[in-house]
């Protein structure tokens, strides 16, 4: 165990790291790359962190185009501690592996069924799992277990991926079960081996301490053992559910696994506050509530009480700022890391839906609804791309639940950020790569692989043989999800990345809306988003946002309920059962068929609408993105009135547009169109489920 300068052993740095400090590493590396004196990672780093801890007010100048930002010396510390913690990381030894469950192929691909069919050529989830697995198994290091490289930098070139200034393999658990959830998806074969490998891996290295890591690694175990049924992941799992008893510390009503002051030093992500804590216990009351609500297992309540208890203390619910006649710690309303909340509200949440505790589900839709008013929600633009897929977790759960109707939201969330963030074009990654202004070259032609860093950044670093690669990086991210959800026409330069939490957050939110796309039960299916989508039950197709028209192809319904959007006039929808029109009625935004027979084709038509709207961002777009609720006492606001124009909840046109040649959004032309092509796919339906 080695100390450091600061008289801290790694070892104890490491316990006390979040996962998803992550978000905050990841501008901090856009901060270092410009930071004219700061140049040591990998071998250099502790030189770094004690010339940062001798210049604590230092001021950060990134490129010309960003304003100045003063760290403060506690947030540099914090920073320095956890890149020390990462230096601990690296430079041990492999793990003696533990795990008595072996992965196989065979338990990773679900069983199921494949078939071939024509559809319409608009948004499907399952083919963007295929590429989720594609982008999952290639962010991964080979030289590493197949742990994950903690970014991808694209406002560098050759882009590189590094694992270096992140917490670690903190977030590898989160990909593992990502991976998993979009296989069920897609039912794809490809890149089994290197899942395989990584799980494997990943079992082997997560210590049963009972912090988030461990947590998520339950979490894919679960899932896991929804496919393979294997006693040894069994023991796997009661193992480190016993783990979370074990570590749990209690006082009076309250459990814990992780207790730390609040950092409310301003940074330049906002106020962090009491994110930690909140992310923490957050995450293992939501697995702990999924593992008792799925085996009855009520032993497993009392520890999730004790969670749910510590995480409603008022001190964690002060925002900035409230109404005077407000009382912000019943209404869920908060100063702090935007995803480190939703991690808190999807772990109320899924415990409220455990115990049918409808007070933490009330208070978990009021602190939605907070989290909601940040950023432009009509699209799913919550500052970082982790929050947006929360956010998609916390509208589904919330509706299914009957705590409100979100539908809308969750299609607003998939159809926009969700799919427009995704890396899917590697020609249009390479273009902006390209584009100027770049934070650093890469030479491979030098036998060190040398970085040279531009003028503003004066010195060069070599890239690591283990924590760095510029392999390919473009072709092996493609899959994954792009970080920056703070400006809604392009991404800036300098928040050009892709870091691996957002990926482990956005690929499950597509699994939640997939899944929730359609339920069935007892011969009734009921149809909550019109998304393509191929079940057991039914097949829909979606003409959507071409046309307002769905056509489903009945396989075991006897009864349909079809949610239509919002913004549908309901007066105007029609419904065809084959060629006749259908006898259906309406209840609420649900309507509903019944006397439906196998092949029948369910044809639902209503008049396509499109809506031009105002909607303002005051995140400015040289400023990096902003993930806290509390932007910070120097921060002022810089208003934007985009003009946005939709055809139903997508979002075809907006502007004012950036200036210059970015990685751009929104550019869909192609979807501004009453013509509809189809297409053919192989479709895949699996019996199994997972109890999210
Ligand atoms: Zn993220």
Known sequence: MMSNSLGWTHLELQAELPDD???????????????????AIGSRLKNWATLTLQNPQAEVKMGQSIKEWTMNQTRWIAITAMLLAVAGVSGAPAPEPAAVYTVTDEALLPPGEYYERKVPATLDLAERARVAVHGLTHM??????????????????????????????GCWSKLTEATLLARLMS??????????QSLQNMLAWTQFDGITPMVRALSTCMTLHEQDPDPALRQLIEKMVSSLHETARHDGSMSWNYAQDG???????????????????????????????????????????????????????????????VVPHERAQFAG??????????????????????????????????????????????????????????????????VGDYWDDADCYVRNQLAELQITDAEKMLRAVKAEPIFARVDPTRPDGIQQLKSDVQEERPLHEVDDTIDRVIERTVGSFLSDSGTPTCIPKHRFLATVCCTGNCVPALFFAWDSTVRFQRGHAQINLLLNRASPWLDLDSYLPHQGKVVIENKQAETLAVRIPGWVALDRVTARVNESAADFFMNGRYLHLAGLEP???????????????????????????????????????SPTAYSFRFRGNTLIEVSPRCEGNLYKLYERRALDTDEVTMTAVRRFVTPISIDW
């Not at 400090?21 to 140049?39: F, G």
């Open 21 to 39: 400090a992550l978000p905050l590493m990841s501008s901090e590396m856009a901060v270092m790359q410009s930071k004219d004196k700061i140049h």
């Open 140 to 169: 991964l290091n080979d030289k590493d277990l197949y742990s994950p490289f903690e970014h991808a930098f694209f406002n560098t070139d050759p882009p590189c991926m590094s694992r270096v200034f992140g917490p670690g393999r």
């Open 187 to 196: 039912g794809t074969e490809e890149h089994l081996d290197i899942q395989r």
């Open 263 to 325: 950092a409310f030093a301003d940074s330049k992500l906002g106020v962090i506050g009491w994110g930690w804590n909140v992310f923490i216990q957050g995450n293992a009351l939501r697995v702990l509530s999924r593992y008792a609500d799925g085996r009855g297992a009520d032993d497993a309540l009392p520890l999730a009480r004790g969670l749910k208890n510590f995480l409603l203390q008022e001190k964690f619910w002060k925002p900035d700022g409230a109404p005077k006649a």
């Open 337 to 402: 890391h935007h995803h480190s909340y939703t991690a808190a509200l999807m772990g109320l949440l899924r415990y409220a839906e455990a115990t049918n505790d409808r007070q933490v589900a009330e208070f978990v839709r009021a602190g939605y609804e907070f989290l909601r008013g940040f950023g432009i929600a009509r699209i799913g633009m919550f500052g970082e791309m982790c929050t947006t897929g929360d956010m998609t977790f916390l509208a589904i759960k919330l509706s299914e639940m009957g």
């Open 599 to 637: 092949g029948d084709r369910i044809t639902i038509e209503f008049p396509m609408v499109e809506t031009t709207e105002t909607h303002t961002s005051v995140w400015g777009q040289q400023e990096f993105w902003m993930e806290s609720t509390n932007p910070g006492h120097a921060w002022k606001p």
